[in-house]
């Protein structure tokens, strides 16, 4: 099945969409994206996303490329072309291209940025058997940049970890700075101790999870107590229970830490919890 994508103002099939080869997001991963997730054909947070997109753009001196509603009309539209009921969408701005390759940024005055729109179908996003079971983890060095707040397009080193992963069994990996955990590949990490959940405060460090506020705001209304500060690995595996949390996967339970078993070595009984609030919360409010 062909996709239609958006890019630049225009719906195209997959195959016929194009980006200059001096786009700078192609040359030096100068951009920056958000993903949206779909349930029910209706986009989950879309609020969120474009804030946070808002912020990404502004710390990188980027133009706004679209106003907020249109962001929102060009969401709607792929996922009704597409018939997307449970999925994803991706949204990549980049600062375009001016023909030319050069570190200085080009004059944003000439040079539009780029942007690029496009569905994942992903049936059994909600009801997934990957949250049933758990996910295992290793963990690895975080040796990204220091703006991790900025959720840019150099996913390089993500996609290295989550290769490390693979190859030694397990689902993903846990990033580790100065002996403490700074946050999952792909997602936020949290580890449960009794009723408190304990998660990395916000800075630079890590990326500013758009599930993760949604999260922590569910969970103080359920009457558990949240805790943001750092931890370490050693403390993780000592943990009742972990979790993540991203938008793509919602919560995601974590049974098992460097090779060692949390609890059971099952998903325990917080985040399936979380889990099952947050999609029922945002299956309500979804646009
Ligand atoms: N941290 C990192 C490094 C991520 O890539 C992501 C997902 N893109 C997250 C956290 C989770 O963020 P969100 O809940 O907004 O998807």
Redesign the pocket.
Known sequence: MSRTVYVNGDYLPENEATISIFDRGFLMADGV???TSVLDGKLIDFE??AV?LARSLKELDMKTPMSKEDLLEVHRELVRINGIEEGLVYLQVTRGSDGDRDFAFPDPETTDPSVVLFTQNKPGLADSPAAKKGAKVISIEDIRWGR?DI?TVQ?LY?SMGKMMAKKAGCDDAWMVEDGYVT??????AYIVKGNRIITRALSND????????AVLRFAREAQMEVEERNFTIDEAKAADEAFT????AFVMPVVEIDGVALGDGKPGRVAPRLREIYIDEMRKAAI
Not at 183 to 188: A, I, Q, R, Y
Not at 206 to 213: D, K, V
Not at 245 to 248: E, F, I, P, R, V
């Open positions: 994206y958000e993903v969120g996303h946070r991790r959720k996913l993500p946050e999952g590949t792909s997602n936020n890590i990326l500013h999870g758009i599930t993760r506020a949390t991203s938008a793509s």
